[in-house]
């Protein structure tokens, strides 16, 4: 089993070097996203590869596999930062917001938001969202997204947040930059419309 998950680890890997190939010269923004959910969306490859690897994976116990704050809220590194991957990180995390210190289930006529650890892109950040449950959202800077793809760009900061139920996301950074940093506020919970928590001001300006 420990062989076979290394295996396909690897072809998981393989699977995103193919799309980062692509994008290794482009900044994470929204031409990015749009152009990625035109040309890289669900039914095109290596989407549908990697999507179908990393469910695997999660149901294997090799992707998200580490709690962050319990089994609601996972997360794990995948690939460091190095030439095969044209200097990005790949990570994954797994986040269900119908779980966990006290956020309640989604009722009728609301969403349910869960908020994780607040963080920084100095250069920007890319995800593929992989709903988990149907109708599982991440926010991305201007809205919501289920399957395909978000962009945050460059000095852009917030906590990700998912509603909706659970899901996967794979994260990918720019020669894995991240910044933890405190925020100003602190926003959790329910709410029946949700404002995004991102953040457009450089990282460097209080």
């Not at 590869?49 to 709690?67: M, S």
């Not at 920007?124 to 395909?148: F, M, R």
Request: charged share 20%; proline share 8%; aromatic share 10%.
């Amino acid at each position: 089993m420990v062989r076979a998950m290394n295996v396909n680890l690897q072809r998981l890997i393989d699977a995103n070097i193919l799309l980062l190939e692509e994008i290794r010269d482009r900044t994470p923004d929204e031409e990015l996203r749009h152009w990625l959910n035109g040309n890289h969306g669900p039914g095109t490859m290596p989407f549908d590869a990697i999507v179908a690897l990393a469910r695997q994976g999660f149901e294997e116990g090799w992707v998200a596999a580490d709690e962050v704050t319990g089994p609601y809220y996972r997360r794990q590194p995948i690939a460091p930062p190095s030439a095969d991957t044209f200097f990005f990180s790949l990570s994954a995390v797994y986040i269900d917001s119908n779980n966990g210190d006290g956020v309640p289930g989604r009722e009728d006529g609301t969403d349910t938001i869960f908020a994780g650890h607040y963080h920084g892109h100095p250069y920007g950040e890319i995800n593929l969202v992989i709903p988990i449950d149907k109708g599982a959202e991440l926010a991305g800077p201007d809205d919501w997204q289920g399957l395909g793809w978000v962009c945050a760009a460059p000095g852009t900061r917030h906590y990700p947040e998912v509603r909706n139920g659970a899901l996967l996301t794979l994260y990918y950074l720019p020669a894995g930059r991240i910044h933890s940093s405190t925020p100003r506020t602190f926003r959790r919970g329910r709410a029946a419309k949700s404002v995004s928590l991102y953040e457009r001001r450089p990282l460097w300006r209080s």
